[in-house]
């Protein structure tokens, strides 16, 4: 099975940084976003790897090469011109149509997830896709009170465990690129007329890691907490979903 990484963005939002290393190649706890994600992958099962590139493309080719000194076979989608996360995959076409689905991930989230989870859910039934779904983490503090109104406890920035969003992890069929923009994003366009159609599906992941890597404080706060996970990561098939 392949996996495709979305890795063509400019990463606005951590300029300067990105004004040299493209933003999957922005070092997080000493190493590249995109080396997490290729070494979840790999943990995996995962041995064939499609990076959709643009921006900065020669240096994300220069450090990968071929994936063979990681253990993996890569291959590029280039784009010319910016196409968006649904452009982005309907441009690696080409890549994957072979296959009877495969893995898709947004280039800047590092993540434990088990990603064969969702593979099992495409299996039961006849979806087109399948979305990793993750609980909300609160951009704020919470304060907890009693019925009387008295305060019992700070809770910093908690997981709210009544919302669910879209992870940026997802398995595909390839018929799913016939939904998808030849540029925009498929959150947009192409994942809401799979819903819309009963032809997508998700999986729900509970007490795994998750960090999307937005900007600096992201680098930051993601570099400590993985730190603290270096002696576990990565962690295999298991992580917990419903």
């Known amino acids: 099975m392949k996996a495709v990484i979305l890795a063509g963005g400019f990463g606005k939002r951590l300029r300067p940084y990105t004004e040299r290393v493209p933003k999957v190649m922005i070092e997080v706890a000493g190493k590249p976003i995109l080396f997490?994600?290729?070494?979840?992958?790999?943990?995996?099962?995962?041995?064939?790897?499609?990076?959709?590139?643009?921006?900065?493309?020669?240096?994300?080719?220069?450090?990968?090469?071929?994936?063979?000194?990681?253990?993996?076979?890569?291959?590029?989608?280039?784009?010319?011109?910016p196409l968006g996360t649904g452009g982005g995959l309907k441009n690696a076409r080409d890549l994957v149509e072979s296959e009877e689905f495969f893995l898709a991930m947004n280039g800047d989230v590092i993540t434990d997830l088990d990603p064969l989870k969702l593979v099992e859910k495409e299996r039961e039934n006849p979806y087109l896709g399948v979305l990793a779904l993750v609980q909300l983490p609160s951009p704020y503090g919470v304060v907890i009170t009693d019925s009387s109104g008295r305060v019992r406890e700070f809770v910093e920035k908690p997981l709210l465990p009544?919302?669910?969003i879209n992870a940026g992890v997802y398995?595909?069929?390839?018929?799913?690129?016939?939904?998808?923009?030849?540029?925009?994003?498929?959150?947009?366009?192409?994942?809401?007329?799979l819903?819309?159609?009963?032809?997508?599906?998700?999986?729900?992941?509970?007490?795994?890691?998750?960090?999307?890597?937005?900007?600096?404080?992201?680098?930051?706060?993601a570099s400590r907490e993985l730190e603290a996970r270096r002696s576990s990561w990565p962690r295999r098939a298991g992580a917990g979903s419903s």
Not at 50 to 62: A, P, S, T
Not at 171 to 193: I, K, M, N, S, T
Request: some cysteine; aromatic content about 14%; overall charge negative.
């Open 36 to 81: 997490w994600q290729l070494e979840w992958l790999k943990a995996h099962g995962v041995r064939e790897v499609v990076l959709c590139v643009g921006y900065l493309r020669e240096y994300i080719m220069e450090h990968v090469g071929d994936g063979s000194s990681l253990g993996l076979k890569v291959q590029y989608a280039v784009e010319e011109k």
């Open 195 to 221: 819903a819309r159609e009963g032809k997508l599906a998700a999986v729900k992941y509970e007490g795994v890691y998750w960090r999307a890597i937005d900007t600096y404080k992201d680098v930051e706060t």
């Open 171 to 193: 398995c595909l069929r390839p018929e799913a690129l016939d939904y998808l923009p030849d540029r925009g994003d498929v959150e947009r366009v192409g994942f809401p007329e």
């Open 162 to 164: 009544d919302y669910w």
